[in-house]
């Protein structure tokens, strides 16, 4: 039986991701794949990566990611965000360091609602004077 340090969810758009961290030597998956196959970019590699870079604990733990909704990018700040609150968990020193980076911050941007009797969230219909 595996058992879990320490549990984080993270939020960004319509994206949440649930991090569960264990006792390990450093595997990073997400959704059954390893974190550089699942992400395409670098980038986005690099964004799920940063806590644990912030915190010097790429080695110390395996982590198991779950993430749904959203598209990639919104996935990845997802990942981040539960990382960092789980690292949180793990140990209360890191929470200076990601505070700091703004890592525990949940990124509120979300897309703006359609209204009714317009085109999108602010565009108009197109107004005709005759």
């Known amino acids: 039986m595996v058992k879990n340090i320490a549990i984080g969810t993270g939020r960004r758009k319509t994206a949440v991701a649930r991090v569960y961290i264990r006792e390990g030597s450093g595997k990073l998956v997400v959704n059954g794949q390893a974190v550089d196959s699942y992400f395409v970019t ?3 590699v690099m964004v799920v990566r940063q806590p644990l870079m912030i915190t010097a604990s790429e080695n110390k733990y395996d982590i198991l990611i779950n993430v749904y909704g959203g598209g990639l990018n919104g996935q ?3 990942c981040r965000h539960g990382l960092s609150r789980a690292l949180t968990q793990v140990d209360q020193a890191n929470y200076a360091s990601l ?6 911050t949940r990124d509120s ?4 609602r359609k209204k009714y009797g317009q085109r999108g969230a ?9």
């Open 42 to 44: 670098p980038e986005q």
């Open 99 to 104: 505070k700091a980076n703004g890592l525990l």
């Open 109 to 112: 941007r979300m897309v703006e």
């Open 76 to 78: 990845a700040g997802a």
């Open 122 to 130: 602010r565009r108009r219909f197109q107004f005709s004077k005759r």
